[in-house]
């Protein structure tokens, strides 16, 4: 099956026209059911020469190897001579490897490239580059406009979070929505959800630990089908939540959570111009809070599984997170840690930060218009930094520096105009987990045979999921209060 794009309307029929930008499926398999008596019935006497019906039928299997082999050209005279596959299966290229081993798949891409920094294949009938050189990275997330590079996130992305998210805004409208965002992650802003998220956490960690200490626990996060089943019933809700933050911030109190700073913004702009914003509407601001909880769902849980599973095998570094934790907090305290106390913890922000590192391209070769453009942020962490391969939260000290000196290999939170802007949200919240998992709970691997192979959804994961097994560490959990 070959999948085509139309760049202009075609007379499909005489009462139906093809029109630009349509997907077609032309379908070999189901033209080999026509013509053929009992097409359905397999029956090799069909081509005796006595019956003669593969000369009458014969273009229906000519026609399948003209577009076999024209798939294949049409590839290769992409391909050029850039790095990739010179051999592969019409329509279907490469896929059976990526669906049977993604790891090695992903692996034999980044090695392909390791020569001019990026390789290209076909999967699917689709012409995929994949870019290991971080400038070239850099190059396309600084391109992503109308006339250039769009993000696609998801196969199905414009259906499940909706056309008008924030991913695949350009211009001006996409600048004004940041920079009215950009309040809600203000210094003040961080230090009030730095008290919600402890309490949550908190919360999730008891529970870890009561229903699971006998037995080895699956960190949660990967439900995407129910998210999805979700989606509806989750925009109302968040609907509803924009409405009563307007209300509270028309009010004059005080924000007390992501909303509320977003809405004290929009109602001073608001109040100033004496016209509404054109994307402030409830539904709108309960898209785009969707898009922050879409977004923050599956990279936070990403980096969650990835701390754990890196302090249980570098006991020298939990070690050192704990004892810079208990010089700065105390669960018998039942005081929240501060923001001023976070930036204290210099090592476990550098270990936070070591969780998450873990177009015309060239003169001489140009993307064509149409193909799948794959930037590796993961790639781009392995290079310019000192023994990238290994788990060294030291880097990230103020003695070496190797975020300042190789900041544009840094690239977990993306880059040009649509880089991550809650990414101080992030690892704020990753610090904090890490601190008080560590300190409240002793932890220990469930490990089995690949378990530490990486497992490729939209963020990357162990295989296994991270199964550990929890019990209670300190005394006695601590009594938060809210302020």
């Not at 004004?176 to 003040?188: E, G, Q």
């Not at 960190?219 to 409405?243: S, V």
């Not at 070591?354 to 193909?371: A, H, N, Q």
């Not at 610090?431 to 192979?453: P, Q, S």
Request: aromatic residues 14%.
């Amino acid at each position: 099956m070959r999948v085509v794009t139309l760049l202009d309307s075609h007379p499909f029929a005489e009462w139906y026209t093809i029109h630009k930008g349509s997907i077609v499926f032309p379908s070999i398999y189901e033209s080999s059911f026509r013509g053929f008596k009992e097409a359905e019935r397999f029956e090799p006497e069909r081509f005796s020469e006595e019956r003669q019906k593969d000369v009458i039928f014969k273009r229906n299997y000519l026609a399948f190897e003209a577009e076999a082999t024209l798939a294949v050209i049409w590839y290769l005279r992409r391909k050029r001579n850039v790095p990739g596959p010179n051999i592969l299966f019409p329509f279907l290229g490469n896929v059976i490897p990526l669906i049977t081993n993604p790891t090695k798949f992903w692996q034999l891409r980044a090695q392909l490239s390791a020569s001019v920094g990026f390789s290209v294949n076909y999967v699917f009938g689709r012409f995929i580059v994949f870019i290991r050189n971080t400038e070239l990275s850099h190059l396309i997330f600084a391109n992503v406009k109308p006339d250039a590079f769009s993000l696609i996130v998801h196969p199905f992305g414009k259906k499940l979070f909706g056309q008008r998210n924030m991913i695949y805004m350009f211009g001006q409208v996409h600048k004004d929505l940041r920079r009215h965002i950009a309040p809600n992650f203000t210094p003040k802003a961080l230090s009030t959800y730095t008290q919600l998220q402890q309490l949550i956490i908190l919360e999730h960690l008891k529970s870890w630990e009561r229903l699971w200490s006998t037995l080895p626990f699956d960190l949660p996060g990967f439900a995407f089908r129910e998210a999805k089943l979700g989606i509806e019933r989750m925009l109302k809700t968040l609907t509803h939540c924009a409405a009563e933050s307007k209300k509270k911030m028309l009010q004059g109190e005080d924000p007390s959570c992501l909303i509320d700073f977003w809405m004290q913004e929009m109602v001073r702009v608001t109040a100033e111009s004496k016209t509404p914003l054109p994307y402030s509407t409830d539904e709108e601001i309960g898209n785009y809070l969707f898009d922050f909880l879409f977004a923050a769902q599956d990279a936070s849980t990403s980096s969650l599984l990835w701390a754990v599973t890196l302090l249980d095998s570098h006991p020298d570094v939990l070690r050192e997170v704990r004892e810079e934790v208990s010089r700065i907090w105390s669960p018998e305290s039942d005081a929240l840690m501060t923001a001023e106390q976070l930036r204290e913890m210099k090592y476990t922000q550098a270990v936070a930060l070591e969780v998450v590192e873990d177009f015309s391209l060239t003169e001489w070769y140009t993307i064509p218009k149409g193909l799948i453009v794959f930037p590796s942020v993961y790639e781009s962490s392995f290079q310019g930094f000192r023994e990238a391969d290994r788990f060294d939260p030291e880097r990230f000290s103020e003695e070496r520096q190797e975020d300042v000196i190789f900041r544009r290999n840094y690239l977990a939170f993306g880059a040009g105009p649509h880089k991550c802007v809650g990414q101080r949200y992030a690892l704020n919240h990753l610090v904090l987990f890490i601190a008080m998992f560590v300190t409240l709970l002793d932890f220990k691997r469930h490990r089995t045979d690949g378990c530490d192979e990486i497992m490729y959804t939209p963020t990357i994961s162990p295989k296994d999921g991270c199964m550990v097994f929890l019990t209670r560490r300190c005394p006695r959990y601590p009594n938060f209060t809210l302020n």
